[in-house]
């Protein structure tokens, strides 16, 4: 029995927040105040460099920060924003793909995964050939494949009878049922998209559901990103974000800021712009929105 499985999820998040707590305090106290990035000239990092940090942060993301989010109900939050995902499925700044496990079997017709960061891409691809989602849609790919040949087959039995002679031992019939249930196989089908969500390179209305978690902070132009978010959702389509925030607590607010410096170097992202004010300002209605984490973390669905 491992040391967490002794206690309850109850403990372990209250048990997380005191930690956070703890940490936002020592943060408080012994940590430098960052320089104000108007009186470094513009000290903040570039895009093209934060891309970079994101390539090499990526081998050891998952193991970084899986602790934190499981202690602190982020991977809880996860789970009940990608249950609301449904038809075909964008998701942006997929990261390492920390969302995989969480789209269950049938939920979507087909999920684009992407991102800028080829380091990203790569873990995030081995992360779905191995997880459920991915090993189904191998298999239903060569189910089609093995279906396809059976077309073959059958489409030379038929030439076989038109000439007169005898067709081969599998009756035609068993492939033609075959052949019916090659429709609807791949249940949800599966890419992989490099690129900037600055300029998503998709038709307007292509798609039912655009998930973002925790990317919002690490966009050179959030505002942008949302209304490319917005302009490739079909009617009546759904935006589901996670995302990081500034704090409506003032002592946290203070930490934010004074560690902005340091957190956007070390990991490319600017964790306190206000998100609702982001999403208002792209032109998005608020369908539901909850704030947890002291107000850093925003939970919302928009249309």
Known sequence: MSFLSRFSRTQLIIGGLLTY???????????????????????F???????????????????????HEYLLGIQRRRKRLIAQATGTVLEIASGTGRNVDYYKKGCCDEIVFSDFSEGMMKVL??????????KRWDYQK???????????????????????????????????????????V?????????????????PDQSFDTVVDTFGLCSFEDPVLVLRE??????????????????????FMKDMQAKQLDRHVHKYGCYWNREIGELVQEAGLKVVEQER??????????AE
């Open 21 to 43: 707590a703890t940490g936002v305090s020592a943060a408080l106290t012994f940590l430098p105040s960052s320089p104000d990035k108007k009186t470094q000239g513009g000290s």
């Open 45 to 67: 990092p570039s895009e093209t460099t934060r891309q970079s940090t994101f390539d090499s942060l990526a081998p050891g993301y998952d193991k970084e920060v899986g602790m």
């Open 125 to 134: 691809k081995e992360k779905v050939e191995g997880s459920d989602l991915g």
């Open 142 to 184: 060569r189910r089609v494949q093995q279906l396809e040949l059976e077309r073959i087959a059958h489409n030379s039995a038929r030439l076989i009878q038109a000439q007169g002679q005898e067709v081969p031992p599998r009756a035609a019939s068993e492939v033609i049922d075959d052949l019916r249930s090659t429709e609807g």
């Open 186 to 202: 791949v249940e949800t089908e599966i890419q992989f998209k490099t690129m900037n969500a600055a300029a998503i390179p998709y």
């Open 229 to 250: 978010m917005k302009r490739v959702l079909r009617p009546g389509g759904k935006l589901l974000l996670l995302e990081h925030g500034n704090s409506h607590w003032g």
């Open 292 to 301: 947890s984490q002291l107000g850093t973390v925003f939970y919302i669905i």
